[in-house]
């Protein structure tokens, strides 16, 4: 869920595919097998592979197939620092590799909300707060085939700066979980953009994202689109790349009109707009 606006913009970072699972497999030996490459990235990164007839991607003991010709590792955003050993899969023959994980290079982000209500909760509220976590927790091992293409298209036309990712955030002076979606300042009714192809597989308004749409892509990549003042799809829906599915708002936990994007790839929390920019943009294994 996000707060309001993030004030500066971030520049994407890197990535590799999973969740808590792959959280540690950090476990190898610090430079992975010996003379395999390696390469570094931070918590909520990507990390890309291409090479020649790739049949499989490996990470934390799962396999999933090569997206357009290269293995991508999310690496999600709780990820300690350590390292993480990955392989692909071409003829036959398993090949190693290993990701340093970094330390978080996240800032602290501290909010006003008027609302004490979203901050100090009742009893009711956080009740409330772990069924829909439990509702929402289910979606993250959906899979099967992708139905989309890198980059994604922008989830606003024209695609303001981005900004608060990874951030450690105080609510009124109170720590709370880091920032798991880039906040896009816009005016309030602006229509909100599928960033592919896919299903909506949630569409409710839940107490700290408000009015909310999630999207299953296939291969394990589910959009997220939260504060939403109106929502113009329901569970159930295929929509089409570039679809309106909702306008900005600020319902929920919010401190002003904006959009709160996320996304989460094989469960990993990812910073989305790596997703947004060009494939050959994201740090590669050599």
């Known amino acids: 869920?996000?707060?309001?606006?993030?004030?500066?913009?971030?520049?994407?970072?890197?990535?590799?595919?999973?969740?808590?699972?792959?959280l540690l497999a950090l476990a190898a030996p610090p430079g992975g097998a010996a003379g395999a490459p390696a390469v570094a990235a931070v918590p909520g990164g990507l990390v890309r592979w291409v090479g020649d007839g790739i049949e499989a991607c490996e990470a934390a003991g799962r396999r999933w197939p090569p997206l357009a010709g290269a293995c991508l590792y999310p690496i999600d955003l709780a990820a300690a620092p350590g390292v993480l050993a990955v392989a692909r899969w071409r003829g036959g023959v398993r090949e190693a590799a290993a990701i340093r994980v970094l330390d978080s290079p996240y800032?602290?982000?501290?909010?006003?909300?008027?609302?004490?209500?979203?901050?100090e909760l009742s009893p009711e509220s956080l009740a409330r707060v772990e069924r829909e976590r439990r509702r929402v927790g289910r979606l993250w091992a959906a899979d099967g085939p992708g139905r989309f293409a890198l980059p994604l298209a922008p989830p606003l036309e024209p695609l303001p700066?981005?900004?608060?990712?990874?951030?450690?955030?105080?609510?009124?002076?109170?720590?709370?979980?880091?920032?798991s979606g880039a906040d896009f300042a816009a005016a309030a009714g602006t229509p909100v953009l599928a960033s592919a192809a896919g299903r909506v597989v949630l569409a409710d308004d839940l107490f700290f994202s408000g009015e909310s749409v999630f999207i299953d892509h296939g291969a394990g990549l589910v959009t997220m689109?939260?504060?939403?003042?109106?929502?113009?799809?329901?569970?159930?829906?295929?929509?089409?790349?570039?679809?309106?599915?909702?306008?900005?708002?600020?319902?929920?936990?919010?401190?002003?009109?904006?959009?709160?994007?996320?996304?989460?790839?094989?469960?990993?929390?990812?910073?989305?707009?790596?997703?947004?920019?060009?494939?050959?943009?994201?740090?590669?294994?050599?």
């Open 1 to 22: 869920m996000s707060p309001g606006p993030a004030p500066a913009a971030r520049r994407p970072r890197r990535f590799a595919p999973l969740a808590l699972p792959l």
């Open 107 to 119: 800032p602290v982000q501290r909010i006003t909300i008027e609302d004490t209500g979203k901050v």
């Open 161 to 179: 700066a981005a900004g608060g990712f990874g951030a450690r955030r105080f609510f009124n002076d109170q720590p709370r979980s880091p920032h």
């Open 225 to 286: 689109y939260f504060h939403l003042s109106e929502r113009l799809v329901e569970e159930g829906a295929e929509v089409r790349r570039g679809q309106a599915v909702g306008r900005v708002g600020a319902t929920g936990r919010a401190s002003g009109p904006h959009l709160h994007f996320g996304v989460r790839w094989r469960g990993a929390r990812l910073d989305p707009t790596l997703l947004l920019a060009a494939p050959e943009s994201l740090p590669a294994l050599p």
